[in-house]
């Protein structure tokens, strides 16, 4: 019974929300002080992580009642075509999350709230208007930096001082949604295989995000940079094999599926680099890489892409 509900959501994937969600936390704390804000309490944390888990599970959820009539041609074992999960019920789950994730955020903060109302918004947008357009992957981007912003903006009393952010978080924003746009744009043609162009088109826009991080690595003359340095080598490792697969066989489904869940799986070491770059304390942001372990669990279990 409730499996098909953990198949439509994709349950797996729900982790490097959470890890979205721990990231803007500590980076909003970070940067709080040189903007007239305080911390956010811990009771804020915990709202904040419920928050991005609804809005994660409810655009997974979502992304299936869009594309229903397309799994039923390409996906028909997929909750909703095969019947498992009614088309009722699913659109009852998604209205029920979203409500969960802004209750929790006006909790916490109403600053957060915003933002999370641009999420819900660009959730719908992508789904049922950019998803087929060249847009589709950056809408898909600015809707995982939204969720990141959102947590961010947790310990701010006005949305005027949250937009004050420094630059390098705004560049952390900017690199976790190119990131997530370069997954978006890699999953495409996840079902019959990508092409020797896009997968070319993916591996440049890849080396070009990597390449920004090691750049600035080189560049700060701080403690962070070894954490970006370290962060980036153990994330190029866990990549790597996928990558290979994705190089040599760009035409197999199978590994451009093992590359996009990789990547979404890996999520929390750009989460990481990003609390580095915004000079959070070095044990939070490492810690933060614990979410990678149970999202690649359950990944054996069930799909995340």
Known sequence: ??????????????????????????????????????RAPVTS???????????????????????????????PSRPLPAGAVPVRSAWLLV??????????????????????????????????VLKGTALGPLSMGLCRALNLAGAMALGFPSLKTFLALPVPVYGALVSLGFYVALVTYLARDEVTGNSVSRARVFFMGFAAWFSAWAAFAATSHSLASLGVVA????????????????????????TTGKTVGGMLGSMPATDALAMFAAGVFWPAALAGLVWMLPGKWLARRFYST
Request: overall charge neutral.
């Open 1 to 38: 019974m409730l499996k098909p509900y953990l198949q439509l959501v994709r349950i797996p994937a729900v982790f490097s929300s959470l890890s979205n969600a721990w990231a803007g936390w500590w980076i909003g704390g970070a940067v709080a002080l040189s903007v007239g804000a305080t």
């Open 45 to 75: 944390l915990i709202l904040g992580l419920i928050a991005a888990a609804a809005y994660l599970l409810a655009g997974m959820a979502l992304n299936d009642i869009a594309d229903l009539e397309v799994d039923r041609k390409e996906r």
């Open 95 to 128: 209205i029920g999350l979203f409500a969960l994730g802004l209750l929790c955020q006006s909790i916490a903060n109403p600053v957060s709230a915003v933002v999370g109302l641009l999420l819900v918004a660009a959730i719908f947008l992508y789904n049922f």
């Open 231 to 254: 962060v980036l080598v153990v994330h190029l490792f866990l990549m790597k094999d996928a990558l290979a697969g994705l190089r040599t066989m760009p035409g197999s489904p199978a």
